[in-house]
T-cell receptor
């Protein structure tokens, strides 16, 4: 089946620094990738939809300048948390679809746990 | 706006017992519904999905779900639970607003299996 990886699996950083999280589709090309945020014991909240070669579409309430998303190739999307603060600490999950229809099955990465001190 | 409710935060069942996880959705159009399972250190895995047709959907790992439009429900069931089924389960509904489409997840149900 389709595999999505994330790197790193966990990261600890100091307040004010930037952190980059990578999401890769290992055995398929993903024209669309999604970024979610999951708080403890809560649901996944969609942050943005990323299409290869174009600007990401952010959900309402998500700061575009804080959460920079780049989908430069069909197998890689990156999420950069800029000037991270403790409230940005969370579990970040990406997913990718193999086709072009938004109802195509989303394959999820294992997630990245970010802790900002 | 679309929403998904999973009323049970935590469920404990004995191995070999049957299981039903509840899911209720709110969506104005015909819903596309999904069940995912999340295990520690692993990504969410799709168990099954309903788009149309037979309202009883079979999935992987012996799971099934039944779509009931009159009750706005999409409950997940398994006749006999295995210890390896212990995980977090998420119900989700896909929505299309015309300008954007996305999955909206419920808050999840944590399943504990006792031996």
């Amino acid at each position: 089946g389709a595999v999505v990886s994330q790197h790193p699996s966990w990261v600890i950083c100091k307040s004010g620094t930037s952190v980059k999280i990578e999401c890769r589709s290992l055995d398929f090309q993903a024209t669309t990738m999604f970024w979610y945020r999951q708080f403890p014991k809560q649901s996944l909240m969609l942050m943005a939809t990323s299409n290869e070669g174009s600007k990401a579409t952010y959900e309402q309430g998500v700061e575009k300048d804080k959460f920079l998303i780049n989908h430069a190739s069909l197998t890689l999307s990156t999420l950069t948390v800029t000037s991270a603060h403790p409230e940005d600490s969370s579990f970040y999950i990406c997913s990718a679809i193999t086709g072009t229809a938004s109802t195509d099955t989303q394959y999820f990465g294992p997630g990245t746990r970010l802790t900002v001190l | 706006a679309q929403s998904v409710t999973q009323p049970d935060i935590h469920i404990t069942v004995s191995e070999g017992a049957s299981l039903e996880l509840r899911c209720n959705y709110s969506y104005g159009a015909t819903p596309y519904l999904f069940w995912y399972v999340q295990s520690p250190g692993q990504g969410l895995q799709l168990l099954l999905k309903y788009f149309s047709g037979d309202t009883l959907v079979q999935g992987i790992k012996g799971f099934e779900a039944e779509f009931k439009r009159s009750q706005s429900s999409f409950n997940l069931r398994k006749p006999s639970v295995h210890w390896s089924d212990a995980a977090e389960y998420f119900c989700a509904v896909w929505s299309n607003t015309g300008t954007a489409s996305k999955l909206t997840f419920g808050t999840g149900t944590r399943l504990q299996v006792t031996l």
